[in-house]
């Protein structure tokens, strides 16, 4: 029988950690906490599940943090978790036979990162999660860390669930990668995406755009490439640039087909412009886009369902297409049922049904 070890790293999440170990207490042989520097309960909670946890001074380097975490796993596979993921009991059935029956190398989980406003998940991606520890696995990065997958990869149907609970520090990432330029450190191209990111979200809108269209220049992983168009997108726009930000939004196609979240926002151009056709016609594709998780990109559902789904029951009314427009309201129904906005809309095509 194969023996799953569960490791994680973890700092002051006395509030998240035992939703987390109580979701995984039945499917871990060993569960594995290293803790970089609590102040509040988060050790003793721990105890309570596990008699394997270690101290790690914290270095600003996650994947250092990761990989003492895996050296200390002695099961015949090992699997990492934050202190705010949960496993649902279906999920971690799914996880249990897997790992029975082990013929895998490197297991990829689906991660629900983010929901909806019916807590359905809507931002979703794979990411690389149970492996073989014989094969001596190396986290790498030290912020966004990852391991490349190598041998044999399968995909499963198991989702972990990010129940984020509290606000990380805002700059703390920024400033793990600024430290490491200063010590001259050349960033890769996956690191250079991420670091874009974080001056995005750091409201450094200027840096930013210089950084992803350094990262754009060439090296990068396609879905990457994709994601980064739409965040300089969003970039220039904050700068007032909308012309470059239209240009940054087309380059995504260059690297893949249009992604969902890009047609959303071509689109939402063309409405602004009233030309409801053209909006009509990116909508549409947003709802085709063949995007699938396996590809490794970030997965927002949204702009891929709901979203494009209410903008053509919009658009379609306004052209007096009322049969399109019903059609579309109720596809958007189905990905939000108690969605206000299509319950309106229902009524209202059922009170011009009763006046024909």
Known sequence: ???????????????????????????????????????????????????????????????????????????D????LDADDVITAECAKEIRDIVKKGDFDVAMLRYAAAYDGEGNPAFVYFRERIFRRAMDWEWQGAVHEVIQPRGKVIYSDACVYHKKRKSNPPMRNLLIYQKLISAGKALSPREKFY??????????????????????????????????????????????????????LACGFLFSFPHAESC??????????NDVRSAIYWYLRALGSPEKAEDGGFINEYYRGYFPAMKLCVL???CGEKQKAEKYNELAGSFRPN???????RKYFQSKGAEK
Not at 77 to 80: E, N, S, T
Request: aromatic share 14%; glycine share 6%.
């Open 264 to 273: 959303c926002l071509i689109a939402s151009h063309f409405e602004e412009q």
């Open 316 to 318: 379609y009314d306004k």
């Open 77 to 80: 596979f090992v699997m990492w």
């Open 339 to 345: 969605d206000e906005s299509y319950i309106f809309n």
């Open 1 to 75: 029988m194969n023996t799953l070890s569960i490791c994680l790293i973890v700092k002051d999440e006395e509030v998240a950690l035992p939703d987390c170990l109580e979701s995984v207490k039945d499917i871990a042989d060993e569960i594995v906490a290293v803790d970089t520097g609590s102040g509040d309960g988060t050790k003793q909670i721990a105890l309570k599940y596990t008699r394997n946890v270690y101290d790690f001074k914290w270095r600003d380097d996650f994947s250092a943090a990761r990989n003492f975490s895996f050296s200390k796993a002695t099961g």
């Open 195 to 248: 670091y874009g990111r974080e001056l995005f979200f750091n409201n450094m809108f200027s840096e930013c755009i210089a950084v992803l269209n350094d990262f754009l220049s060439g090296g990068g992983w396609a879905e990457n490439e994709v994601d980064a168009s739409v965040m300089l997108y969003r970039a220039y726009l904050k700068t007032g640039k909308k012309e470059q930000a239209l240009k940054a």
